[in-house]
């Protein structure tokens, strides 16, 4: 059964029409990917998701239940957790704050402690900087943050936009395993990126995006394997 | 063109001398100088006016000298403060020299033969009196810069002799009343002659303030060191004793400072209360609100209507009578947080400018609310509502008072002393409540006993069964000081609460914030609200204060001072808001003697503040951190991207 699904929905900035008929789906412990140019609404789907855009026609299903109506506050504790573009870590709370705020909606002690111990794990990093300013880390650091912090709410499913967007290369790999790492762990994950290459090698299936419409989708093996895909997006002639 | 390092810049001298020389040049032009120079500083010595004109190249070229490192190439730190006082002195000499040609009677009525004669030191000689004022310029601007050469500490020290004679000069008047009030008239006479420092006395408090400052400074470092290594339970007591001696100091401050003082203390007080709750829309959410002074009239005329006994009391109106100042206090909060979420709720959605707009508009509603025909038969229109009694208290509700409050202090010294570990429960909710209630209940006992036995003994014909009437500035003072240390106390819990960053999540991103399950609404309805409380607690004190409440008294004015305060001191820094409502507010009642020139001056600081110390006087840690260098931060090896 389908953790996520989205059915033809339609999204709108003012007049522009952004999302045009939007449908996909997620399976439980999946990585999806979206991948798709500059403007072809891959941002907007997971806004739309997560509820901070709200779409004018079509519906958005979670595990069963219909979720268009719910604030983006209540998501979170429906189960769905996002790591924003450009990270948007709170740049003037300390790594330990931003990792409370991840935490804001849930109320069991016990469990956002092992979370915590979970996350600092995962990132040992962080848990040197736990009393540094979110702001002045690098960028791969910030990108530790911004993923931890959206585990500490503990997510049916996480939204990452753009994880790869302005880090080095070798940081970039270090980022896609830990996505893996996350995953294995029970985590089902849609992922959004421009680097198509990397998130296929990752993914279990993914969707392509132009202007606001699915043009292709399929596992990631064939993905990675169709000629347009390939042209467009793989830089492969 | 030459790069070496030994080229000058002259610009950079010239920009500075000039802008020393244009403010002595337009301190001349609006009259200051001459009003000034009525005042004399120091007896026979030295006037306001001529401090001026000794202090504008003597202050640039002490700030500026150490930063024209590259501009100045080899010339030696004096020559450098010595080249800019002689160009400083340039403007002023050229305006002594304009005037003789051209009339500015006209235009500007005060460059006029008492300027010029202020600026030529009163000599019969233009020319010798225009070389004199350049000379002693072109001397400023020399020590300004020679002072940067002492080492830290002796020029610190320096500076504090200074800013202490020139403080006392300037306020004698009420340094002299504070001293006449304490001691004898003579012991004021030896000091002051008619009001004014003699020089006698100038010279011996500079001396003992720059030697005071100086051991300070050399031994600074070592209390710090010796402080750090005592041990948690005896520094937890040294703290402890510098709050009971701080919070002793302002309960005898204004039996110190006599009435005029304790006005303006009172004033500060209430614009700090407004501050501390204004700094929880700005500071820690972001919400620039301009119309803070809605929630101070609010409270102000919940009061008045209230209590007053006049015709539109509601003691006149409805014959309820029980009403008095400390039953309505709660309710003029409650009127404020209510109206705050009431004005809250249209803006939700506005962000920024658009938001400080709105609330800037709210701002302005309620003055002409206040103001209008359709509410005067409530709230009285222009006229106001009058006849606001003065609080009463009776002396057994202060003696029982008194008994709780030393209670609490001795149960919070105790716990230092007994049982320090004790955990009466793993629930720290329980644990909390459980030490508090049982060290607070052996204080009691204790409190109790004392000042019972002590009455029995000594003061066995103190009668407790009467009114005692809070009256005056004196009086009002505690009502404030309570007011404000209730305030602090939630500041601070607030600060560093769950709640309190979930407002600083939203000032840093607000989408991000909701994404991590922060209900925006919310929570800025709750920061208005609870932001709005102290704007309450403000105007009902306010209002019993003044005993008449009148629209005039909220306009914008009241929120720019609000909002200033709070830039000042230091955005989100709840010392830095008692630091800036002092300087503030408390500077200009001080320097009311200027009378015209006040609001040039109180300008003039705020720019000099904005450029010196653009985050503030005293800043929250976190924007210390931001802007200090935080060598743990560029030493760590930094992952890269």
């Known amino acids: ?237 | 063109m030459n790069t070496t390092q030994h080229t000058i810049n002259w610009k950079a001298f010239l920009k500075y001398g000039l802008l020393a020389g244009l403010v002595i040049v337009y301190v001349s032009a609006v009259g200051m100088l001459e009003a000034f120079n009525e005042r004399e500083v120091i007896r026979d010595v030295v006037t306001l006016g001529q401090l001026l004109i000794v202090g504008a190249p003597f202050f640039i070229s002490l700030i500026i000298t150490q930063h024209l490192e590259k501009d100045a190439g080899n010339i030696p730190l004096p020559a450098r403060g010595l080249i800019i006082g002689a160009i400083a002195s340039i403007p002023p000499v050229v305006l002594v020299g304009l005037t003789q040609v051209i009339n500015f009677r006209p235009i500007l009525v005060n460059i006029n033969r008492g300027m010029v004669e202020v600026l030529t030191f009163e000599n019969e000689s233009l020319l010798v009196g225009s070389l004199i004022l350049a000379a002693v310029m072109t001397v400023a601007g020399l020590a300004g810069s020679s002072i940067t050469l002492l080492p830290a500490k002796p020029r610190r020290a320096l500076l504090i002799g200074l800013i202490w004679v020139l403080g006392v000069g300037v306020m004698s008047e009420l340094v002299t009343g504070v001293l006449s009030e304490h001691f004898s008239r003579d012991f004021e006479r030896s000091l002051f002659e008619r009001d004014t420092l003699k020089a006698t006395t100038a010279a011996g408090l500079f001396l003992i303030t720059t030697l005071i400052a100086l051991g300070w400074g050399y031994s600074n470092d070592d209390i710090k060191k010796q402080y750090r290594a005592l041990p948690t339970s005896s520094q937890q007591i040294a703290r402890g004793s510098g709050f009971l001696l701080l919070g002793l100091f302002l309960i005898v401050l204004p039996q110190i400072v006599g009435s005029a003082l304790s006005e303006t203390l009172s004033i500060v007080g209430l614009f700090m209360l407004m501050g501390l709750g204004l700094n929880i829309a700005i500071g820690l959410a972001g919400l620039l609100d301009l119309g803070y002074v809605t929630n101070y009239a609010v409270g102000a005329y919940v009061m008045a209507v209230m209590t007053s006994t006049g015709a539109l009391g509601l003691a006149e109106k409805t014959g309820v009578d029980f009403l008095n100042f400390w039953i309505v206090l709660p309710i003029s909060v409650i009127a404020a947080m209510i109206t705050g979420f009431i004005f809250a709720v249209p803006v939700l959605r506005m962000r920024g400018d658009y938001l400080a707009i709105a609330t800037l508009g709210f701002g302005e509603i309620i003055r002409i609310l206040a103001l209008s025909d359709w509410l005067a038969p409530i709230i009285g229109g222009a006229q106001g509502v009058l006849f606001i009694p003065n609080p009463t208290i009776d002396h057994i509700v202060l003696w029982r008072g008194g008994q709780i409050i030393a209670a609490l202090l001795i149960g919070h010294i105790l716990r230092a002393f007994i049982k320090p570990d004790w955990q009466p429960s793993d629930n720290i909710y329980v644990a909390t409540i459980t030490k508090f209630a049982a060290y607070s209940a052996m204080g009691l006992v204790i409190s109790v006993a004392a000042s019972e036995i002590v009455r029995a003994i000594f003061f066995s014909s103190l009668d407790l069964s009467g009114q005692a009437i809070v009256r005056g500035p004196q009086q009002i003072y505690y009502v404030i000081l309570g007011a404000a240390i209730l305030a602090l106390t939630v500041s601070v819990r607030l600060n560093n609460s769950r709640t309190g960053r979930q407002w600083m999540a939203i000032r840093e991103d607000e989408d991000v914030a909701a994404a991590m399950g922060i209900s925006t609404a919310r929570a800025k309805l709750l920061a208005f609200t609870i932001s709005a409380a102290t704007g309450g607690l403000a105007g009902g004190i306010l209002a019993v204060k003044l005993g008449t409440v009148f629209p005039t008294s909220f306009n914008l004015l009241v929120s720019i001072n609000v909002l200033s305060l709070i830039i000042i001191g230091g955005m989100g820094s709840i010392p830095g808001i008692i630091l800036g409502a002092l300087f503030l507010l408390g500077l200009p009642e001080l320097l009311r003697e200027f009378e015209e020139f006040r609001l040039l001056l109180y300008g003039a600081l705020l720019v000099a503040m904005m450029l010196l110390r653009p985050e503030g006087l005293w800043p929250s840690a976190v924007r210390r951190r931001e802007l200090a260098d935080d060598d743990s931060v560029s030493t760590a090896p930094a992952v890269g991207d």
């Open chain 1, 1 to 237: 059964m389908a953790l996520l699904e989205l059915n033809n929905v339609h999204a709108y900035y003012g007049n522009i029409h952004a999302l045009k008929g939007i449908s996909l789906q997620v399976d439980e412990g999946e990585i999806v990917t979206l991948i798709g140019g500059n403007g072809a609404g891959k941002t907007t789907t997971l806004r739309t998701i997560s509820g901070l855009l709200k779409p004018r026609e079509g519906n958005i299903i979670l595990a069963g239940e219909d979720i268009i109506a719910y604030k983006p506050n209540e998501l979170v504790a429906k189960g769905i957790a996002m790591v924003p573009e450009g990270r948007g870590v709170f740049a003037k709370l300390s790594v330990a704050d931003n990792l409370e705020m991840g935490a804001f909606t849930r109320n069991d002690k016990a469990g956002i402690l092992q979370d915590l111990e979970y996350v600092y794990n995962l990132f040992p990093r962080l848990y040197e900087r736990r009393t540094q300013l979110a702001g002045t880390m690098s960028g791969g650091e910030q990108q530790m943050l911004a993923t931890a912090r959206a585990l500490m709410a503990r997510p049916k499913v996480l939204l990452m936009d753009e994880p790869s967007m302005g880090l080095a290369p070798v940081l970039v790999d270090t980022i896609f395993d830990t996505i893996q790492e996350i995953n294995n762990e029970g985590t089902t994950i849609l992922l959004v990126e421009q680097n198509a290459h990397v998130a296929l090698q990752i993914a279990d299936r993914g969707y392509v995006l132009q202007t606001g419409e699915i043009v292709l989708s399929g596992d990631a093996q064939t993905l990675q394997k169709d000629e347009t895909v390939q042209k467009a997006y793989l830089g492969m002639e």
